[in-house]
C-alpha cells in the first residue's frame, strides 16, 4: 500500500501511481489517453512531455502545443510537470497536468517524495519515450529512469543557453545527458547548441537544434489579428510579452521610456519583478506611459500584442522567443537585444537581418531605434515586411516532425501503432 504522503498526492488527482496504478495500468492518464487496443492486450506507444513545473511560459506553451500535436498524430500522450505552481498554464485539450509535487518542494523530504512519485508514474506508466524540458526536469527524469522504468528513453531539451542554468544543474545535466537512455538533446536554437559545447563528447554527439514554432490554430488567429491592423493608425505603442524577470531585461525598456514622452508601453506578463519595475517607473517619471496587463490567457495576449506597434525585447537571454515569432507573423517590427540568441531569432533563412538590433543595456539607443521607426513610415514598413518574412519561416509542422524523428530514433523506428506489451 502507498504511505500517507503517497495517498495525499493521490487523493489529489496528481501522483496517481500508488496500489491503485498496479491495479490500473491506467490510473493518472488523460481519459483521451486510454485506448481499447491496451483492454485487449495491446498499447500504443506512449509520450510524456515532462517539464519542472507549470508556471506560464514559453517552454510550457510548446510542450502542451507539442502534446496536442502527437496526440493528433496517434499518439498516446501525458503532460506531466515535475510540481505545481499556484499559476499554470493551462494544458488545454480537456487535460490535466500530471504532477508529482503539489507545489514547489522545500525540504528534502519533499523532493524525495517528488522523485519517488516520478518513479511510480515511470514505472507503472511505462512510458516508451519521455521529451523533458527545464534544467530540473532534463536531470531528474533521465535519473530516475534509469532504475524505474531502464526501457524508456528521454529527450532532453535546453530553452537557454546553459550557462544561465543553476551551476549545479547544469553540472549534473553533463553527466545524465551521457547515459545510454537520454537518446538526443534538443536545443532549440543554434546558440543554444553552441552553449552545450563545453559538456562531455558523448553528450555533444546527442545535439539536435530544433527551432520553434506555433500551432496551426494560434498562426490562424494572427493572421486574422494581423488583416484587422491593415490600415489601422499607428498609436506610438510599444509591446513586450513575458514573465516579469531579470532575464528579460525590463528596467532598459523602461528607462528608454524617459527619452520618449510620447510613447507607451503595454507588458504582459506576471513575475516577481513587477513591484520593482512599477517603482522604477515612477522614479523616472514614467509610470503613466507604462500599462502592466499581468499575466493573460493566448487569445487576449495575442489581442494586446497585435494593438502594439514595435514589439521590443530586451533580453538577457532567451531560447527561441514564441513572443518573437507571434510578433514577426503579425508583422510588428522588432527591436531585441544585441545577444547572441536575440540576434539569431532576428535573422532570416537567407541569413538576412529581420529586425534592428540594441545593446542590452543601451536605454538611449533602443529610444533612439523606436523613435526612428515610429517617425519614418517608409522604415515602418520596410522592417514590418522583413519580420513578415521571418514569420514565415516558422513552420510547425517543421518542428513537430524534427520531435517525431528523434523519437521514431530512439524507439528503434517504431511506428505509432498499437504494438504487443
Given at each position: 500500500m502507498a504511505g500517507p504522503t503517497e495517498m495525499t498526492a493521490a487523493r489529489d488527482g496528481r501522483a496517481l501511481f500508488g496500489a491503485a496504478a498496479e491495479a490500473t495500468p491506467a490510473a493518472g492518464r488523460t481519459t483521451s489517453a486510454i485506448g481499447a487496443g491496451e483492454r485487449a492486450g495491446y498499447r500504443q506507444p506512449r509520450l510524456a512531455f515532462l517539464l519542472t513545473h507549470t508556471?506560464?511560459?514559453?517552454?510550457?506553451?510548446?510542450?502542451?502545443?507539442?502534446?496536442?500535436?502527437?496526440?493528433?498524430?496517434?499518439?498516446?500522450?501525458?503532460?506531466?510537470?515535475?510540481?505545481?505552481?499556484?499559476?499554470?498554464?493551462?494544458?488545454?485539450?480537456?487535460?490535466?497536468?500530471?504532477?508529482?509535487?503539489?507545489?514547489?518542494?522545500?525540504?528534502?523530504?519533499?523532493?524525495?517524495?517528488?522523485?519517488?512519485?516520478?518513479?511510480?508514474?515511470?514505472?507503472?506508466?511505462?512510458?516508451?519515450a519521455v521529451v523533458s524540458a527545464l534544467p530540473l526536469a532534463n536531470v531528474l527524469g533521465p535519473l530516475v529512469g534509469r532504475f524505474a522504468s531502464p526501457a524508456t528513453r528521454f529527450i532532453t531539451s535546453h530553452h537557454t543557453p546553459v550557462q544561465t542554468h543553476n551551476r549545479a544543474l547544469d553540472a549534473l545535466d553533463g553527466v545524465v545527458g551521457t547515459q545510454p537512455n537520454v537518446a538526443a538533446v534538443v536545443g532549440v536554437s543554434r546558440a543554444v547548441c553552441d552553449s552545450l559545447a563545453g559538456k562531455p563528447w558523448r553528450y555533444r554527439a546527442k545535439r539536435a537544434t530544433i527551432l520553434n514554432a506555433l500551432p496551426p490554430e494560434v498562426e490562424e488567429r494572427l493572421e486574422m489579428l494581423r488583416a484587422a491592423r491593415q490600415g489601422r493608425p499607428r498609436a506610438r505603442r510599444l509591446v513586450a510579452t513575458g514573465r516579469l524577470?531579470?532575464?528579460?531585461?525590463?528596467?532598459?525598456?523602461?528607462?528608454?521610456?524617459?527619452?520618449?514622452?510620447?510613447?507607451?508601453?503595454?507588458?504582459?506578463?506576471?513575475?516577481?519583478?513587477?513591484?520593482?519595475?512599477?517603482?522604477?517607473?515612477?522614479e523616472r517619471g514614467v509610470a503613466s506611459q507604462v500599462a502592466f496587463m499581468g499575466q493573460r490567457g493566448r487569445r487576449e495576449a495575442l489581442d494586446i500584442l497585435a494593438a502594439g506597434d514595435v514589439f521590443v525585447q530586451p533580453s538577457l537571454f532567451e531560447g527561441h522567443s514564441l513572443g518573437l515569432i507571434e510578433a514577426a507573423k503579425l508583422g510588428l517590427p522588432l527591436v531585441v537585444s544585441d545577444v547572441p540568441v536575440q540576434v539569431e531569432g532576428v535573422t532570416g533563412p537567407e541569413g538576412e537581418r529581420c529586425g534592428i538590433v540594441v545593446g542590452a543595456h543601451d536605454d538611449e539607443g533602443l529610444a533612439r531605434e523606436v523613435r526612428a521607426l515610429l517617425d519614418d513610415p517608409k522604415a515602418y514598413e520596410a522592417w514590418a515586411s522583413r519580420a513578415s518574412l521571418l514569420g514565415a519561416a516558422a513552420r510547425f509542422e517543421t518542428m513537430v516532425e524534427g520531435y517525431e524523428t528523434l523519437v521514431r530514433a530512439a524507439l528503434g523506428a517504431r511506428s505509432p501503432q498499437h504494438s504487443k506489451t
Open positions: 508556471a506560464p511560459g514559453g517552454a510550457q506553451e510548446l510542450w502542451r502545443d507539442l502534446a496536442a500535436a502527437f496526440a493528433k498524430r496517434g499518439w498516446a500522450v501525458d503532460l506531466c510537470a515535475l510540481y505545481r505552481t499556484p499559476e499554470q498554464t493551462d494544458p488545454g485539450d480537456g487535460r490535466d497536468w500530471v504532477c508529482f509535487a503539489p507545489d514547489r518542494p522545500a525540504s528534502f523530504g519533499d523532493k524525495l517524495a517528488m522523485a519517488r512519485s516520478l518513479g511510480r508514474y515511470l514505472r507503472h506508466a511505462r512510458p516508451d524577470a531579470a532575464q528579460k531585461n525590463y528596467g532598459v525598456l523602461i528607462r528608454a521610456l524617459a527619452h520618449m514622452p510620447d510613447v507607451e508601453l503595454a507588458i504582459v506578463g506576471s513575475g516577481p519583478d513587477r513591484e520593482q519595475l512599477e517603482a522604477l517607473a515612477a
